[in-house]
């Protein structure tokens, strides 16, 4: 029974990273609580509160950098362990398939059958489905399980990763190598400025975010980061390693970090007039560029704040996170939403009603997630072990 009840932890090799994936499910989950409450629920919240929350952004661009350079680490060993493992790219996608899509599948064919689907949502089921989320409108009324674009956006760019890895070794150096990622990387930004000029007139706030944010071609950089993250720290980690030792060297990387992210969560300090021009840089560009600082002094450290977020909890919640992510929107919608708005008739304080809402959303979430990872992730998990040798 006990066996029955643990965890199938994530993999360990990079304690520190479980703390990040933490802190990336909470700001998620809090920007949609923001979100929900304040643009769709009409529940009062601070005007500024609701600014400084829905800046917060970019918790998701975490999850693509991380999940980019964890599977950029599992290619690298797999591609030069050729010798010792049969069907590298095989074993690959199988193991992708066995831990994502069971529980994508079950919440999607849950919400299917206790929904009452608007006509766009039985049109558009079927791209769901087929992990194209992100291809057509995102709005309420259109999609069934709209938070699903990410989860598109990451399967449809790993169906071209083996081959971008191919292409890698076909290069003569690390050099060139990262060189091409880095190309790679900016051609992104390229993309965002060309649909931003492209368009005719003024860009209006919600059009410019269906244009740039959810699709693959406008975002692929944030997981390319990760991938170059992972070739700098597989070829280049103990050099940099020694580089980093250097206090001055370490200030050196934070303070570019430390600007983006001053950046990211007070635009409207610097570019007041010009917000949607610096949204073509801040989803993907900045993002990526802070994350990066911050990502090499965490993989070349030992202070506190890496022993806090490799403590043992943030596996366990960590491990937790793609179901925590899948169940918090049904959850929000009819458990945190009426909570909130009784409250809200009783003149409750706004002040107590958000972040009563925000922890017991997180606990509602995690408590679902770990019965879907007992009965639906760990079953697919045992089945993968078999199957993906």
Known sequence: MRRFLSLDL?????????????LAIVSVVQFHVTSIFALEQSIRLDRDWVLSSLAIFFGMDL???????????ILLYSLKHQETQKHPIRRFYLRRVFRTFPPYYVVLTALVLTTKLTSLQHKHIYYEYAYLTNFFSTARFDTLMFWGWSLALEEQFYLVVPLLFFLLRALKNDRQRVGFLIALWASALVVRLAIYFAHKGPWIDIFLYGALYFKTYTRFDTLVMGILLAVIHDRYREPIGRWLMDP?????????????????????????????????????????VMYLGFLLLLLHGSGPIHRFLGAPIFRKLATLG????????????????????????RRVSLALIWPLSLVLLLVLSASLSYVMHLVIEKPSLWLRDRVAK
């Not at 090799?13 to 994936?21: D, E, I, M, S």
């Not at 200030?251 to 949204?279: E, T």
């Open 322 to 345: 793609y179901g925590i992510y899948l169940v918090h929107i049904p959850l929000c919608d009819h458990v945190i939403v009426p909570m909130a708005h009784a409250l809200d008739r």
């Open 10 to 22: 994530l993999d360990n090799r990079y304690p520190q990273l479980h703390g990040l994936r933490v």
């Open 248 to 288: 001055f060297h370490r200030a050196l990387v934070a303070l570019p970090s430390l600007l983006c992210l001053w950046m990211l969560v007070r635009p409207w300090s610097f570019m007041p007039d010009n917000l949607n021009f610096f949204h073509v840089f801040a989803w993907g560009t900045i993002t990526t």
């Open 63 to 73: 999850f693509f950098i991380l999940s980019g350079f964890l599977i950029g680490s």
